[in-house]
């Protein structure tokens, strides 16, 4: 098991018409992990981030957070053999169509994408090593 954070801030100035606008920014972010073997041919692993950023310049603010999290399922039913079941999801500011947005901010520049939907992502795999 495991969990940390980070805080950052900090200042900058652009010029924009030839004019000098000061901007601040301060954003934290959040992780945690686990990781359990209830038996020996049995592993189960969950991890999530999140995160939050706003950035201030005169009378505006912009404010974005992001969510994501994954988990495994590890099966060895013999000693070469991991067949896993894994799982992610990101999830970003959702617009409320089936489309993911995405907002960059930098200082007064704003970048916007979007882009089709895909959900969340299970994968079925068998490794065998050697």
């Given at each position: ?32 992990n686990?990781?359990i073997?209830?038996v ?19 009378e ?41 947005r ?29």
């Amino acid at each position: 098991m495991g969990a940390d954070g980070r805080y950052s801030f900090g200042g900058d100035e652009q010029a924009v018409n030839e004019t000098v606008v000061g901007t601040r920014t301060n954003s934290y972010a959040l992780h945690g992990n686990a990781t359990i073997t209830p038996v020996p041919w049995l592993e189960l692993r969950y991890d999530v981030n999140y995160g939050w950023s706003r950035s201030r310049y005169s009378e505006k603010s912009n404010t974005t957070t992001s969510l994501s999290h994954s988990g495994a399922v590890h099966v060895f039913p013999i000693a070469n053999l991991d067949l896993s079941l894994d799982y992610d999801h990101v999830r970003r500011q959702l617009a409320a169509d089936q489309y993911k947005r995405m907002s960059l901010f930098n200082g007064i520049n704003t970048y916007t994408y979007a882009y089709t939907l895909c959900g969340r992502t299970v994968v079925l795999r068998a490794t065998f090593k050697l």
